[in-house]
């Protein structure tokens, strides 16, 4: 009976079909989303934490140039890293399905004051659970809190080879090029490590306004209150 409609219903018909089989496809990839934002948290870390943000890093010494690190730190070597740096700075958390399963924070940009409104942003995420999102949603939240301190330079300072290989590829400058940040320097071959020399690099990112009369950054204990409260309710 279908061979009989005018092409007009029959095309009306196609059109409507792959409405709904795209509403449906739209449908589960919103469910999904969801779904992903549900099972996803940030908190803010704690030393308690360190073992199991060291498993995380530990690939990225062993097997990667990304950091320039040779020696895995030792649990409390990683625990005295996250108690300094939360005296001053955010130190996150994201745990899916109650795992740990990505880390962010900041340390100072430099130590001089007239540098006080500037940070280093640093991220690591789970192998099994990149491609996900999480990185992005990490750098979101870090920087939410960073604005509410006062900060208004985020920089980073990435790993690049002159050519990919299997420890260092260039989809970090990738992925912070797609959050905003800019390329502004580069620095060759000043990283050795597997047996090779690594170039890197500096991006940055305006997240504030610069202007006269500036007020110095709170540190991050002056609103760490505000900002885990900013954290639950998302």
């Known amino acids: 009976w279908q061979r009989r409609?005018?092409?007009?219903?029959?095309s009306g018909r196609a059109w409507l079909c792959q409405r709904?089989?795209?509403?449906?496809?739209?449908?589960?990839?919103?469910?999904?989303?969801?779904?992903?934002g549900k099972e996803l948290s940030i908190r803010t870390a704690s030393a308690e934490d360190a073992a199991g943000l060291l498993e995380i890093y530990r690939p990225y010494v062993e097997h990667t140039a990304i950091t320039f690190e040779y020696e895995i730190p030792t649990v409390g070597e990683f625990e005295e890293?996250?108690?300094n740096t939360l005296k001053r700075y955010p130190y996150l958390v994201a745990e899916k399905d109650h795992e740990m399963v990505g880390y962010a924070y900041v340390s100072p940009f430099k130590e001089r004051a007239a540098y006080d409104w500037s940070v280093e942003t640093s991220i690591y995420v789970r192998k099994e659970a990149k491609q996900q999102g999480i990185g992005r949603r990490l750098y979101d939240r870090l920087e939410q809190i960073l604005r509410q301190?006062?900060?208004?330079?985020?920089?980073a300072c990435i790993a690049y080879p002159e050519e990919e290989d299997e420890y260092l590829t260039k989809n970090s400058v990738e992925f912070h090029r797609h959050l905003g940040y800019d390329m502004v320097g580069e620095f060759h071959n000043c990283g050795y490590k597997f047996d090779r020399w690594y170039h890197m690099v500096w991006m940055e990112k305006m997240i504030g306004e610069h202007r006269s009369g500036?007020?110095?950054?709170?540190?991050?204990?002056q609103i760490r209150e505000e900002a885990e409260s900013m954290l639950s309710k998302l």
Not at 20 to 36: I, N, P
Not at 149 to 155: E, F, H, P, T, V
């Open 20 to 36: 709904l089989r795209c509403g449906r496809s739209c449908t589960a990839l919103q469910e999904s989303r969801m779904k992903m």
């Open 214 to 221: 500036q007020d110095f950054p709170k540190n991050f204990p």
């Open 81 to 83: 890293r996250i108690t």
């Open 149 to 155: 301190q006062g900060i208004l330079n985020a920089n």
């Open 5 to 10: 409609l005018p092409m007009c219903l029959t």
